[in-house]
């Protein structure tokens, strides 16, 4: 069974860098395109990017100059930068694979991890 | 960017009952290459994260019941609920996966009538 697991402080102040992991676990980083999703509190979701098996890598143009999707394969596991974050950008952050490459659903989930931002 | 639209925003039915909830995309999101609508739906209850129920606007999830089923093509899609269980009181999402950015539509909530 795949797991996914996020990672990293959940605590900013405007203007810091906001960096997430997302370890993969009983399955491989290999052959499968791997995303990021956003949720503000209360609202619906937000697909920030994704980063492919072989490391392309594609963002919402609504946050393309600030972000940065990267792969280790070595250690089974993607990360996510997000500079110059502002009160926009609390959210619960989940990663996620894609099923089928690179046009199609998100099969597997982390649980997500609650991002605030506070001076 | 791909707007989806789904409706209502929130519906409440009675226990064993049918939910019906539309969504709508502003534009086609069939590929005649393969015939393949790029459309899933996923359920969300409080405090987790989404769970995939569909994918290809009507291909179910490797162990979602079948009392959850999907139709469409084009622009108009439609997840059904047959019978509706305590258990299925959540938030129902609709997403697009045609092309970058993928969107999400806003959100059914599905209550207990």
């Known amino acids: 069974q795949v797991q996914l697991q996020e990672s990293g402080p959940s605590l900013l102040k405007p203007s810091e860098t906001l960096s997430l992991t997302c370890g993969v676990s009983?399955?491989?980083?290999?052959?499968?395109?791997w995303s990021w999703i956003r949720q503000p509190p209360g609202k619906g979701l937000e697909w920030v990017g994704y980063i492919s098996y072989i490391g392309n890598s594609k963002y919402n143009p609504s946050l393309k100059s600030r972000v940065t999707i990267s792969l280790d394969r070595s250690n089974n596991q993607f990360s996510l930068n997000l500079n110059s974050v502002t009160a926009a950008d609390a959210a619960v952050y989940f990663c996620?694979?894609?099923?089928?490459?690179?046009?199609?659903?998100?099969?597997?989930w982390g649980q997500g991890i609650l991002i605030t931002v506070s001076s | 960017d791909i707007v989806m639209t789904q409706s209502p925003d929130s519906l409440a039915v009675s226990l064993g009952e049918r939910a019906t909830i539309n969504c709508k995309s502003s534009?086609?999101?069939?590929?005649?290459?393969?015939?393949?609508?790029?459309l899933s739906w996923y359920q969300q209850k409080p405090g987790q994260p989404p769970r995939l129920l569909i994918y290809w606007a009507s291909s179910r999830q490797s162990g979602v019941p079948d009392r959850f089923s999907g139709s469409g093509s084009g622009t108009d899609f439609t997840l059904t609920i047959s019978s509706l269980q305590a258990e299925d009181v959540a938030v129902y999402y609709c997403?697009?996966?045609?092309?970058?950015?993928?969107?999400f539509g806003q959100g059914t909530k599905v209550e207990i009538k």
């Open positions: 534009q086609s999101l069939l590929f005649s290459s393969n015939n393949k609508n790029y």
């Open positions: 009983g399955g491989s980083i290999s052959g499968y395109y």
């Open positions: 997403q697009h996966h045609h092309g970058t950015p993928f969107t």
């Open positions: 996620a694979r894609q099923q089928f490459g690179e046009l199609s659903s998100f099969d597997y």
